[in-house]
Structure formats: structure tokens, C-alpha cells
């Protein structure tokens, strides 16, 4: 299975006064939150998750009770490395060191 990055956008409207809980993304075979990060300077909450497609990433987030205010498809723009045992590919992106091939697919942000 290949999977896409995309970035998830949750605006905080606290004004930065506390952080955002955010339940696991879990159930979802294929699909891996990447990391998320709480940027209280621009009130918002950035959450990079793999998978497959939008849907399925959207999906999975709602089911984890995320209210996502934007998702877009993202590309890496560093050098990524396979955790040790992990057997999936993953589209770095355009120009991203060892970017893997969709098959018959564009890659993100083409």
C-alpha cells in the first residue's frame, strides 16, 4: 500500500490559552499520524498523517472526534527514512531524496 502525507489544520480558538486535545487515529489500517504540533502563535494545530487517500485520512479523523478545518495534501521536503520493519512505501513528494513511484497516481501537490 502506498501511502500520501497530508496535512490536517485544526483552528484553535482558545487564543493560544490552552492546548487542543486530540484523540488517537487508531482502527484505520494504513493510516499514521506522523506527528501533530500546537502553534499558538498562529492559533492552530498542524497534524501531518499518512495514508491513503483523502477520504480515509478525513474519515478516521472524524471517527477520533478531530474537527478538521482544512486537509490538504502534502509533500515531504527532507530526507525521510523508513522506520526499522516498516514494509510500506510512502510518496515523499516532488524532489524529496529517495521518493518512491505511484503507480499511475500524481503525487501530492502535483
Do not use: N, Q
Not at 30 to 45: C, E, I, K, Q, S
Not at 61 to 75: E, F, K, S
Request: hydrophobic residues 40%.
Amino acid at each position: 500500500m502506498i501511502r500520501r502525507l497530508f496535512a490536517l489544520e485544526h483552528y484553535d480558538r482558545t487564543g493560544g490559552e490552552s492546548v487542543p486535545e486530540m484523540g488517537p487515529l487508531a482502527g484505520t489500517p494504513g493510516l499514521r499520524l506522523v506527528g501533530a504540533v500546537h502553534l499558538p502563535a498562529d492559533d492552530v494545530v498542524l497534524a501531518l498523517v499518512e495514508g491513503s487517500d483523502a477520504e480515509t485520512v478525513a474519515a478516521a479523523a472524524a471517527a477520533a472526534g478531530w474537527r478538521v478545518d482544512r486537509l490538504t495534501p502534502a509533500a515531504w521536503l527532507a530526507p525521510w527514512a523508513p522506520r526499522a520493519g516498516d514494509t510500506e512505501t510512502t510518496d515523499r513528494g516532488p524532489g524529496a531524496p529517495g521518493r518512491t513511484k505511484h503507480k499511475g497516481e500524481e503525487p501530492c501537490g502535483a
